[in-house]
Nanobody, 120 residues
Framework: QVQLVESGGGLVQPGGSLRLSCAASGSISSRFVMGWYRQAPGKQRELVASITSNGNTNYADSVKGRFTISRDNAKNTVTLQLNRLEPEDTAVYLC??????????????WGQGTQVTVSS
């Protein structure tokens, strides 16, 4: 069973930066896609960024050029660097890991989430 633990959220002013980290315990093989999602009050959960074990990344249009996802396969960690933050980025950010098998998300795992608040 994979467990994901996030850290690094907080309160930041518009234009500021934060770094979110997610540590995975258990067996994270190279088959896992790891990523970050976010959910704001009253809104659906949305993908922020994801990364495969060989470094292929995918970003939401709203964060391209501002956020960077990276992964350390040896340490089973995934990191999200958030730059030029905007109030619209305020949300709970959740770490995710899953194995894509055809159109199914197998072994879909979620962390508890970490709050990011962007406000002056």
């Amino acid at each position: 069973q994979v467990q994901l633990v996030e850290s690094g959220g907080g309160l930041v002013q518009p234009g500021g930066s934060l770094r979110l980290s997610c540590a995975a315990s258990g067996s994270i093989s190279s088959r896992f896609v790891m990523g970050w999602y976010r959910q704001a009050p009253g809104k659906q959960r949305e993908l922020v960024a994801s990364i495969t074990s060989n470094g292929n990344t995918n970003y939401a249009d709203s964060v391209k050029g501002r956020f960077t996802i990276s992964r350390d396969n040896a340490k089973n960690t995934v990191t999200l660097q958030l730059n030029r933050l905007e109030p619209e980025d305020t949300a709970v950010y959740l770490c995710n890991a899953y194995i894509p098998i055809l159109n199914v998300r197998a072994r879909d795992c979620w962390g508890q989430g970490t709050q990011v608040t962007v406000s002056s």
